[in-house]
């Protein structure tokens, strides 16, 4: 095969690449250009396997049919509720297959690229740093996701200087491999530091920023994919890593953005303190808390022109997608403008909100954006909030001793009526109560994200 054909094929791949994510940004698009990405990365797989001197498929076809079966299983059977923790997994696996990349490289006499000269060992040393901190990272990150560990930040004191030890070193033995100095067992040691320096970044961070914890170990996935394709000399692994690294600490900006933090604040410390004391419970609610039943709830939608539904981690929690989705249904054959408020860091990864609506079938010019949303709060007669505490929490712009403050939020409470589902008035991510459901204009119906909702269309249901 032509190095020339390779490199056209190489560069249609990546063109490919460079679409898909284009259209990933899209939720109209998004389908299709999840498939261009696909069909980019089977072309540059097909390519290479045929370009290279391969004396053996076996161990290939293997390695094929073993990941094709669990990546099958995991599409197949993991529900929309639990994607959070799988695109953790999905983050890690691709950071364990650059750290494997680069160990057999250096390893191996013959392999593609020798594991020789200043490029390629630096390489070497940065794809086992970047790999390993991603693999044991991303662990971390899907144990607090499934709830295996505390979601609360744990650590000892003086974890960010015992980071910062492990880096230095870690980099310093990356230098030492690139001049040429060490063997295995050196890279050993790089690998060791790494894992346990991914463990040591992610424990101390808090479940409220898990989003940008996700994009974040995402990046690194990108960037260690990057690095391994110097090691192997291949375009496309170094095009494909460095689009999806970069597109990755695009979305941590993002995500950073959307909660006034900033990026060392979220891995160097938990929720920031500054500003004094915040409000406790006790004096946020002090009995103002107004509970209301499915029914008179109900005869508040019967005369709604415009409801507005804010959905959060409790929805994902109550599995509510599909029983919210009838009760816009409901709502829109009585003549009701029903619309979704979506909060960027709603959930716990970036677009969580999305996908399972998406999988309820919502149309997608119904969800819109904090920014397109806020605006019209005040015209709503009705919000419905399912499980989103944080996101919609006012001390965000009236509390300057709130660790949240100056975090944009969705204005609900602008609305003539909030209703919030929820099972209690316990605090979300971030450990606050949340002055909202003790305002004047807010009702709490307590229960079960989908029994309530169950409830509250079939009360409607009874009154037409």
């Not at 808390?289 to 959905?311: C, D, G, N, Y």
């Not at 960027?344 to 949303?373: C, T």
Request: proline residues 4%; aromatic residues 4%.
């Amino acid at each position: 095969m032509s190095l020339s054909f390779v490199n056209l094929c190489y560069l249609l791949s990546a063109v490919l690449f460079i679409g898909g994510i284009k259209g990933l940004t899209r939720p109209r698009t998004a389908v299709r250009g999840n498939l261009m990405a696909a069909i980019g990365m089977l072309l540059a797989v097909v390519v290479t396997l045929l370009d290279q001197s391969i004396l053996s498929y076996g161990w290939i076809l293997t390695g094929a049919i073993l990941g094709a079966t669990i990546g099958v299983l995991l599409a197949t059977r993991i529900q929309m509720t639990a994607m959070p923790q799988m695109v953790a997994l999905l983050n890690g696996f691709g950071g364990g297959a650059s750290l494997a990349v680069a160990v057999a490289s250096f390893l191996s006499t013959n392999g593609p690229v020798a594991a020789s000269g200043i490029v390629g060992l630096t390489a070497i040393g940065l794809t086992v740093l970047i790999g390993a901190v991603t693999l044991t990272g991303s662990a971390v990150a899907f144990g607090k996701l499934q709830e295996l560990l505390p979601g609360s930040p744990m650590g000892f004191k003086g974890i960010t200087l015992f980071n910062g030890v492990l880096l230095v070193a870690a980099l310093a033995i990356v230098a030492s491999l690139a001049a040429g100095h060490g063997g295995i067992g050196l890279v050993l040691v790089l690998t060791a530091i790494a894992l346990v320096l991914g463990v040591t970044l992610v424990v101390p961070i808090g479940g409220a920023d898990m989003p940008v914890v996700i994009a974040l170990l995402n990046s690194y996935s990108g960037i260690a994919a990057a690095a391994a394709g110097f090691i192997m000399g291949n375009t496309v692994l170094i095009v494909s890593g460095a689009l999806v690294g970069a597109s990755g600490l695009i979305l941590t900006r993002i995500m950073c953005v959307a909660m006034n933090r900033s990026l060392a604040g979220v891995l160097f410390g938990s929720l920031s303190e500054d500003g004094g004391e915040a409000m406790d419970a006790d004096e946020v609610y002090a009995g103002k808390v107004k509970s209301s039943s499915a029914e008179e709830v109900s005869m508040l939608l019967e005369t709604a022109q415009r409801v507005v539904i804010v959905p959060g981690f409790g929805l994902a929690m109550a599995q509510a997608q599909h029983a919210v989705r009838d009760l816009a249904d409901t709502l829109e054959r009585r003549g009701a403008e029903v619309i979704y408020g979506l909060h960027p860091v709603a959930g716990r990864m970036p677009g969580h909100m999305n996908v399972l609506l998406a999988e309820a079938e919502v149309d997608y010019d119904k969800m819109q954006s904090m920014e397109q949303i806020n605006p019209h709060f005040a015209q709503t007669d009705v919000v419905i909030v399912i499980g989103a505490n944080d996101v919609t929490n006012p001390m965000a712009r009236e509390d300057k001793g709130s660790p949240i403050y100056g975090m944009p939020i969705l204005d609900v409470d602008q609305a003539r009526t909030v209703v919030v589902v929820k099972r209690s008035l316990s605090p979300g991510f971030a450990g606050l109560p949340n002055p909202l459901f003790a305002k004047d204009n807010t009702l709490m119906l307590f229960g079960d994200g989908k029994q309530a909702i169950l409830d509250l269309t079939g009360a409607l249901n009874e009154a037409a």
